[in-house]
């Protein structure tokens, strides 16, 4: 079956931390990759995607992330994050031959400072 | 731009109510969603639209019922719901339908929706 995990459900950091959130799947064939983030009362963004090439992608406010497919993981990084970055993080997968976006269910991440 | 728009943000409505919802993007995506998300529970695809077809309905109760009306336009039609079925409904949208490669969601805001 398909399936998207995140192994770290809370993290709670000080500022100037750095943050690796992990996210393995579990899919036949060839996936999208994706990460999104959901601020306290705002909607989903896309944070950044993989599609193919460069297995490290760069997205929005200094976020990173690598893809390992040996490993089937796509984690979360950023060297040093700030009060803002507090937020729901979810790592997201789709096969290219659908639709279907599915979920891991979500990082809450609370950064101190 | 990549801006999906939902109405309302927030809706009330008894179990006996008839309401809609509606979602509206202007950036010539052929696929548009809806999704339920529940509190602090990731999002769970609810229907795909493809071209203004519906392509996908994960099983989703009748009392939800989507409609397109054109290419920019999803509404979801809301009757007889249950208070369990409280929670944020999202509105994406995506530039292709089946068959891309590169197909990336953008969502909307959501409507929060309590059913009392």
């Known amino acids: 079956a398909q399936s998207v995990s995140q192994h770290n459900h809370h993290v709670i950091l000080s500022e100037a931390a750095s943050l690796e959130l992990g996210c393995n799947y579990s899919?036949?064939?060839?996936?999208?990759l994706f990460w999104y983030v959901q601020y306290p009362g705002q909607h989903l963004q896309l944070l950044l995607k993989y599609f193919s090439g460069d297995p490290l992608v760069k997205g929005i406010k200094g976020f990173e992330a690598e893809f390992i497919k040996s490993k089937f993981s796509f984690n979360l990084r950023k060297p040093s994050v700030q009060w803002s970055d507090t937020a729901e993080y979810f790592c997201?997968?789709?096969?290219?031959?659908?639709?279907?976006?599915?979920f891991g269910k979500g990082t809450s991440l609370l950064v101190t400072p | 731009d990549t801006e999906v728009t939902q109405t309302p943000k927030h809706l009330v409505m008894g179990m006996t109510n008839k309401k809609s919802l509606k979602c509206e993007q202007h950036?010539?995506?052929?696929?548009m969603y809806w999704y339920k998300q529940k509190a602090k529970k990731p999002p769970e695809l609810m229907f795909v639209?493809?071209?203004?077809?519906?392509?996908i309905n994960e099983s989703v109760p009748s009392r939800f019922s989507p409609e397109c009306p054109n290419s920019s336009l999803l509404n979801l039609h809301l009757h007889a719901l249950q208070p369990e079925d409280s929670a944020l409904y999202l509105c994406?949208?995506?530039?292709?339908?089946?068959?891309?490669?590169?197909?990336?969601?953008?969502f909307g805001p959501g409507t929060r929706l309590t059913v009392l």
């Open positions: 950036m010539g995506h052929r696929a």
């Open positions: 639209y493809s071209y203004e077809k519906l392509s």
């Open positions: 997201a997968v789709n096969a290219r031959s659908g639709y279907a976006l599915n």
């Open positions: 994406a949208s995506s530039p292709v339908g089946s068959g891309s490669n590169t197909d990336t969601q953008y």
């Open positions: 899919y036949g064939g060839t996936v999208n």
